[in-house]
C-alpha cells in the first residue's frame, strides 16, 4: 500500500556522507524535510553513534554503508541503502525520484529499503 505525500513530507531524511550531496535537491523540490551528514555536522561519525542519532531524531538515513542493510534492525532505524554505481549524482538521482514518487513505506516505523542495481560505465 503506498503511503501518501502527505505522510512522506511528515518525513525527515538524512543523507549520508557517501551519498552526493546535491541529491537533497531532490528533497527540496518536493517540500520533503532533508539534512546532509555535514549540515549536521556528524562529518566522521561511527555508524553505532549515527544510528543512535537517527533513532532519536527519527531520520531515515539514505546511505551506501552495507553496515547499515544489518544495522537497521539493531537500532531499529529506518534506512535506504543504495548499491548504485558509480556513485554519481546522475545515475542515483533517478532511482531517489522513483522511490519518493512511488513511496510504500510506513515512515512510523523502522525499515530497510535496498536497491541493488549497480551501474558501470
Known sequence: MKSSSTD??????????NVPIKLKRVFDER??????IK???????KN?????????KD?????????FTFLWQKFQIKV???AIEPAILEFI????????????HDISK???QKDTIRFWK
Do not use: H, M, Q
Not at 531520520?59 to 553496515?67: A, E, H, N, S, V
Not at 538521482?93 to 510504500?104: A, H, R
Open 8 to 17: 512522506l513530507k511528515k518525513a525527515r531524511f538524512l543523507l549520508d556522507e
Open 31 to 36: 517540500g520533503i524535510s532533508c539534512f546532509t
Open 39 to 45: 549540515e549536521k555536522g556528524w562529518l566522521g561519525i
Open 48 to 56: 553505532g553513534e549515527l544510528s543512535l542519532e537517527v533513532n532519536e
Open 59 to 67: 531520520y531515515i538515513l539514505l546511505t551506501r554503508d552495507k553496515d
Open 80 to 82: 535506504i541503502y543504495s
Open 93 to 104: 538521482k533517478s532511482k531517489v525520484i522513483f522511490l519518493l514518487d512511488n513511496w510504500e
Open 110 to 112: 523502522p525499515f530497510l
